[in-house]
């Protein structure tokens, strides 16, 4: 069965620091990876995708994410974070034989900026 | 582009009172539906999607059913809520073939007392 890992519950960053989170996945097949964000109270917000093709991918907000297949990851990165990034971050792989299409998310990685 | 719209955002109701949380869904057509909850400091558990009309999948047995009346209308229910049913529930939808993606909707949060 598939499954993703966030080994981070929580990172805290400086504003105007560079940012990492990281994404491990546990997949047969070539997956198809997600990284989601969520603001408190709110619903999970798209920032990227990785389906195929090129292994850097860049997302909204000014993040990108790198597909390694040899380390099964796909971290997410942002070089310079601003105070609105403060947030929980998720990574998802989607089941894509499984009846549903559902998706595997991560434990989720919250991220803390100081000013 | 797609819009979800849940309702109500938020609810406060008593242990063994009924629930009923509404989905809905525009600028798509026969889109895969699913709600999740997400309990406090914990993350997104797989509670119920479905594939089309009527077809409802569960994921987790509990006192929590599902309904999809309409192609673009779910519906989250209980007869009698348990205090373990707080939580933030949130409803995605997957458009059609091709798309694996989900997106989400604002989350309704229940607080059972």
């Known amino acids: 069965a598939q499954s993703v890992t966030q080994p981070d519950i929580h990172i805290t960053v400086s504003e105007g620091a560079s940012l990492e989170l990281r994404c491990n996945y546990s997949y047969g097949a070539t997956p198809y990876l997600f990284w989601y964000v969520q603001s408190p109270g709110q619903g999970l917000q798209l920032l990227l995708k990785y389906f195929s093709g090129d292994t850097l991918v860049q997302g909204i907000k000014g993040f990108e994410a790198e597909f390694k297949r040899s380390q099964s990851s796909f971290n997410l990165r942002k070089p310079s974070v601003h105070w609105s990034d403060a947030a929980e971050y998720f990574c998802?792989?989607?089941?894509?034989?499984?009846?549903?299409?559902?998706?595997?998310f991560g434990g989720g990685t919250r991220v803390l900026v100081k000013p | 582009s797609q819009t979800i719209h849940q309702w109500p955002a938020t609810l406060v109701q008593p242990v063994g009172s009924p629930l009923s949380l509404e989905c809905t869904v525009e600028?798509?057509?026969?889109?895969?539906l699913y709600w999740y909850r997400q309990a406090a400091g914990r993350g997104l558990q797989l509670l119920f999607y479905?594939?089309?009309?009527?077809?409802i999948s569960s994921e987790v047995p509990q006192n929590l059913s599902a309904s999809r009346p309409q192609d673009r209308q779910f519906i989250l229910s209980s007869k009698k809520l348990l205090l373990s049913d707080s939580g933030f529930y949130l409803c995605?939808?997957?458009?059609?073939?091709?798309?694996?993606?989900?997106?989400f909707g604002p989350g309704t949060r229940l607080t059972v007392t």
């Open positions: 600028g798509t057509s026969n889109p895969n």
């Open positions: 998802a792989v989607a089941q894509s034989r499984a009846a549903g299409n559902k998706l595997t």
């Open positions: 479905s594939v089309g009309i009527g077809q």
């Open positions: 995605a939808c997957r458009l059609g073939t091709g798309a694996y993606e989900q997106y």
